[in-house]
C-alpha cells in the first residue's frame, strides 16, 4: 500500500522557519522524483520545489529560491523542505508527491500557516 504523509506545517511568524517531512513506503522510493506542492486557498497548486531521484540535483520555484531546500533520505525513504526566512505569501497547505514515469502518488498535505 502506497503512502505519503506529510508533518511539520504548524503556525509560524514572519521571519521564522520550519521543517517539513514526508515518509514514503509502499513503492521504490529510490526511483522516483519527489515533489513538494502548496495551495493555498482561492489559488491554484504550484510546485515549490523538486529533487532527483538520486538527490543530485534539485529545482525551485522562484518566489521560494534561496529561502528553501528539498533534501532527501532514500535508506530512510524520506524528502524534507526547509523552510527559512517565512513570509505571510507561504501559507499554504503543502503536499508532497512522487512520480515516475505514469505513475504519481500523493500525501494529505500539511498546514503552514505565517502570521503575527
Known amino acids: 500500500q502506497v503512502q505519503l504523509v506529510e508533518s511539520g506545517g504548524g503556525l509560524v511568524q514572519p521571519g521564522g522557519s520550519l521543517r517539513l517531512s514526508c515518509a514514503a513506503s509502499?513503492?521504490?522510493?529510490?526511483?522516483?522524483?519527489m515533489d513538494w506542492y502548496r495551495q493555498a486557498p482561492g489559488k491554484a497548486r504550484e510546485l515549490v520545489a523538486s529533487?532527483?531521484?538520486?538527490?543530485?540535483?534539485?529545482n525551485y520555484a522562484d518566489s521560494v529560491k534561496g529561502r528553501f531546500t528539498i533534501s532527501r533520505d532514500n535508506l530512510k525513504y524520506m524528502v524534507y523542505l526547509q523552510m527559512n526566512s517565512l513570509k505571510p505569501d507561504d501559507t499554504a497547505v503543502y503536499s508532497c508527491?512522487?512520480?515516475?514515469?505514469?505513475?504519481?502518488?500523493w500525501g494529505q498535505g500539511t498546514q503552514v500557516t505565517v502570521s503575527s
Open positions: 529533487i532527483s531521484p538520486a538527490g543530485s540535483s534539485a
Open positions: 508527491n512522487a512520480w515516475f514515469q505514469t505513475d504519481s502518488y
Open positions: 509502499g513503492f521504490n522510493f529510490g526511483a522516483y522524483v
